[in-house]
């Protein structure tokens, strides 16, 4: 099973709005809405920001949104600030009983 | 609240075999699967299998067929991770993860990571 494909970066200045993709295929992302998007910061334990595409659990601000179209999920960080700088992975489920990550993104905020 | 509590770095030399524990608390350790997910340095995160607490079932990442095992002992809410023939590839930390209610492949609750190094 090959990796969700993410840019390796991307950027934006505080109070902007990036949106960082993952693109899988129709075996993956595009058959289940089992996305999951998290947020790790250096040396930390990943922490969960989006779940099933588009829900945001408790306590995760909602300047963070995700979004899915065909084969590629999305997640967008609006209102950039200092601390969202960080590295983002998305997840999905592949069937079988099996999860593929993305490779990941490191997001600097400017 | 849920705690996942695993146990400390380990040195290898290639070839060896490496057990990881993660001792769960503060829910039903039965009712939500636990997966283990990795992360070489500097590198992204690889999932590597999925154990049902409750029967013991397993499915793991292709790549890992044949070299990994994981178990559960639920007299003490714990599972293991077994990783046997190790490289220096193998070098990471390795993290449990308790899935979602509902098992629906997410993960809010992580342990606080077990750095294995393979080296000779």
């Known amino acids: 099973q090959s990796a969700l494909t993410q840019p390796p970066s991307a950027s934006g200045s505080p109070g902007q709005s990036v949106t960082i993709s993952c693109t899988g295929t129709s075996s993956d992302v595009g058959r289940y809405n089992y996305v999951a998007w998290y947020q790790q910061h250096p040396g930390k334990v990943p922490k969960l920001m989006i779940y099933e595409v588009s829900k945001r659990p408790s306590g995760v601000p909602d300047r963070f949104s995700g979004s899915k179209s065909g084969n590629t999920a999305s997640l967008t960080v609006s209102g950039l600030q200092a601390e969202d700088e960080a590295d983002y992975y998305c997840?999905?489920?592949?069937?079988?009983?099996?999860?593929?990550f993305g490779g990941g993104t490191k997001l600097t905020v400017l | 609240q849920v705690q996942l509590v695993q146990s400390g770095a380990e040195v290898k030399k290639p070839g060896a075999a490496v057990k990881v524990s993660c001792k769960a608390s503060?829910?039903?350790?039965?009712?939500?699967?636990m997966h283990w997910v990795r992360q070489a340095p500097g590198q992204g995160l690889e999932w590597m299998g999925i154990i049902n607490p409750s029967s013991g079932g397993t499915s793991y990442a292709e790549k890992m067929q044949g070299r990994l095992t994981m178990a559960r002992d639920t007299s003490t809410s714990t599972v293991y991770m077994e990783l046997s023939s190790l490289r220096s590839e193998d070098t990471a930390v390795y993290y449990c993860?308790?899935?979602?209610?509902?098992?629906?492949?997410?993960?809010?609750?992580w342990g606080q990571g077990t750095l294995v190094t393979v080296s000779s």
């Open positions: 997840s999905s489920y592949t069937g079988n009983n099996n999860l593929v």
């Open positions: 503060g829910y039903d350790f039965s009712s939500y699967y």
């Open positions: 993860a308790r899935d979602s209610p509902g098992w629906y492949w997410y993960y809010q609750h």
